[in-house]
């Protein structure tokens, strides 16, 4: 097969910038290891930026997200014993949406599918070869047992935290920044009615808990818990008297349901520089992964495509490479900015194993200064909503 464009990860980065590609008349070919049943069914975040969401529609791939999405303006931030509400839409204008990004998924891969696109699930043996030429490709087995090869202009490795594409970069010729944090999640799916109309992050003595949502009659929560924690040893009677603990020293009070998905979810900083080498270009989590408090990674990917399906349109239109050079730049001044910002809210709200109370008080005044103060709180909006694509 032969196209402008080899796309290797068909999750929501890979898929959008097929997407947008097309829009602009060019031809790519999507790849991906994993089935769409697989990809459909690992629960990841549900929060959309305001421009996310913008280019969920205007990019004609969902306007479901306007009907089955729940528009939140603001948070509420719990600590010190009470609970404070964050209203972004009154100090930005603008509002996130709560929409489960496997939802984002199956829009997608719909959208792809209705215009004819060649997206290939559960292929195996996936490797890129000439990525310093102008005529890189990908080869792999596909689903019947087929051996592949896509030959292309550029090659996209949107293929995720755990990318092959990314380990093609010599590295001689990148750079990469790392930063482990002592904190992990247990996350959890519930049968439950919501037990707020917003979501609440709560800082607590006993640890962070965010109390979010996916429909009327699924809840998603999360309890900050050690890296190495036995999930077996968490029956769903412990769970709950864990979260209610937690949320109840700030007077928050939970609705319980049966649980139906227990997970263990570990953090991570890292940013890989630069994000093209040669005919590669890399696109979300195969690029940086940021730790999950404010749910940035599926925001910054898309924001990635954003950019990336610009310069490439230029790239493959005046046949000159040099366009894709802005590209790393204007991902990553976006990229650094939500690193800090997930960096802050997850250090503001987490509960340090050597935590003293100097440590405790001082977190509270931090969180006391950005709901009482407007440019504290303005501050915290503007990331959370997210910054205009640059
Ligand atoms: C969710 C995840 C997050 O990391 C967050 O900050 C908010 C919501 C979620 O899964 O719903």
């Known amino acids: 097969t032969t196209t402008q464009v080899g796309i290797v990860g068909g999750g929501p980065a890979g898929l959008m910038l097929s997407h947008l ?59 010190g014993g009470a609970s404070h ?38 292929v195996t043996d996936s490797s890129v070869h ?40 010599p590295e ?25 109309p917003e979501l609440i992050y709560s800082h607590s003595d006993r640890g962070f808990a965010l109390i979010s949502q996916r429909t009327e009659t699924i809840q998603r929560m999360y309890f900050q818990c050690d890296p190495e924690e036995d999930i077996d040893a968490w029956s769903d009677d412990r769970i709950w008297a864990e979260l209610q603990a937690r ?49 940035k990674g599926l925001n910054l990917a898309l924001a990635d495509v954003r950019v990336l399906a610009e310069v490439l349109e230029r790239a493959l239109r005046t046949g000159d490479d040099e366009v894709l050079e802005e590209y790393t730049d204007r991902a990553l001044d976006r990229v650094w900015r939500s690193q800090h910002f997930s960096y802050w809210m997850t250090s503001m709200l987490h509960r340090h194993r050597d935590a003293t ?18 440019a504290g709180s303005t501050y915290l909006a503007e990331g959370y909503t997210g910054w205009p694509v640059g």
């Not at 839409?89 to 829009?107: C, H, I, N, R």
């Not at 020293?249 to 609705?255: D, Y």
């Not at 227990?262 to 940013?271: G, M, N, P, Q, T």
Request: with cysteine; net charge negative.
């Open 357 to 374: 109370d100097f440590d405790i008080q001082r977190q509270v005044a931090e969180l006391r200064s950005v709901v009482g103060s407007r």
């Open 247 to 295: 949320v109840a020293l700030n007077g928050h009070t939970l609705k319980q349901g049966p649980i139906t998905e227990k997970a263990v979810l570990r953090f991570r900083s890292f940013i890989n520089e630069p994000m093209r080498h040669g005919s590669l270009l890399l696109a979300g989590d195969a690029a940086h992964t940021v730790p999950p408090t404010g749910a």
């Open 85 to 122: 509400r964050v209203d972004f839409k009154e100090l930005t204008g603008a509002s996130v949406w709560l929409y489960p990004q496997t939802s984002v998924f199956m829009d997608l891969a719909d959208a792809r599918a209705a215009a004819g696109a060649d997206v290939r699930f559960g």
């Open 21 to 79: 590609l097309a829009l602009q008349g060019i031809d790519s070919v999507v790849v991906d290891n994993r089935t769409r049943w697989d990809i459909e069914h690992t629960v990841r975040a549900g929060i959309l930026e305001r421009d996310s969401v913008r280019l969920l529609v205007d990019a004609g791939v969902s306007d479901r997200v306007l009907h089955e999405g729940d528009e939140h303006d603001g948070i509420e931030l719990a600590f």
């Open 172 to 196: 001689t010729a990148r750079r990469q920044f790392f930063r482990e944090y002592p904190y992990a999640w247990f996350g959890i799916i519930c049968e439950a009615p919501k037990s707020a």
């Open 130 to 169: 000439d990525l310093t030429t102008d005529a890189p490709s990908i080869r792999f087995v596909d689903a019947d047992g087929t051996a592949q090869e896509v030959r292309c202009r550029y090659v996209i490795g949107a293929d995720g935290s755990r990318s092959m594409c990314r380990n093609e970069i």
